[in-house]
């Protein structure tokens, strides 16, 4: 079993539509959590990140993490073109160590 | 600010092969990361550097794989010899220490085909 499990999709939703992409993870040791959005042939991009539990938002994009059922969402609201990409969650120990990713989920948004 | 560079883009090569890898990290940056990303898959740390030394180097196959990172700036990720396995996007990213995850910037990354 991999340490951290993604919904594996892909997505294909409207423009304007709300995006839910999860992770689940096995090691409770994991205090950061982080959203990396990746464009074809590029390298992923920080999105968001969140120490331990709680809620994060930031304009359209809303970060979730729930530790006791070691679970983690990102919601993408009033979707638009430009947010086609996979999606990659990711996960560390501590704020200056290796970073344990998901497969990633791939999104596109329809005009 | 340029970034992360690297090269090449894209590499194909026969197996039993070797290749390299170059990475520039954004200037300043101490701690270079070099990982692996399968197709379809997340990446995976391979190595991490502080500065001139490997500190964490667990997840590297040293039998074919080897990195080095002279005088604390530039790196090189060398495969000898490729397997067929071995396609992959290689990332390199870097950090400041102290900056933490929010200073992790990832490279394009070169994507190698072994045939």
Same mark, same amino acid.
């Given at each position: 079993q991999k340490e951290?499990?993604?919904?594996?999709g892909p997505l294909s939703v409207p423009e304007g &539509?709300?995006?839910?992409?999860?992770?689940?993870?096995?090691? %409770? &040791?994991?205090?950061?959590?982080?959203?990396?959005r990746q464009y074809s042939r590029k390298g992923p991009e920080l999105l968001m990140y969140t120490y331990s539990s709680g809620n994060k938002e930031d304009g359209r994009f809303t970060a979730q993490v729930d530790? %006791?059922?070691?679970?983690?969402?990102?919601?993408?609201r009033d979707s638009q073109p430009s947010d086609s990409a996979t999606y990659l969650c990711a996960m560390s120990l501590s704020n200056d160590y290796k970073l344990s990713f998901g497969a990633g989920t791939t999104v596109t948004v329809r005009a | 600010e340029a970034g992360v560079v690297q090269s090449p883009r894209y590499k194909i090569i026969e197996k039993k092969q070797p290749? =390299?890898?170059?990475?520039?990290?954004?200037?300043?940056?101490n701690t270079l990361y070099w990982y692996r990303q399968n197709l379809g898959q997340g990446p995976e740390l391979l190595i991490r550097y502080e500065n001139?030394? =490997?500190?964490?180097?667990?997840?590297?196959?040293?039998?074919?794989?080897? =990195?080095?990172?002279?005088?604390?700036v530039d790196s090189t990720l060398k495969i000898q010899p490729a397997e067929l396995g071995d396609s992959a996007v290689y990332l390199c990213a870097s950090s400041l220490p102290g900056q933490g995850i929010n200073g992790y910037t990832f490279g394009s990354g070169t994507r190698l085909t072994v045939v």
């Open positions: 951290v499990e993604q919904d594996p &539509a709300i995006v839910s992409l999860n992770c689940t993870y096995s090691n %409770s &040791a994991f205090q950061y959590f982080m959203w990396y530790k %006791s059922s070691k679970y983690i969402s990102l919601f993408i | 290749v =390299a890898f170059w990475c520039n990290p954004i200037s300043g940056h001139e030394e =490997a500190v964490d180097d667990s997840q590297l196959p040293k039998d074919r794989f080897s =990195a080095e990172r002279l005088k604390g």
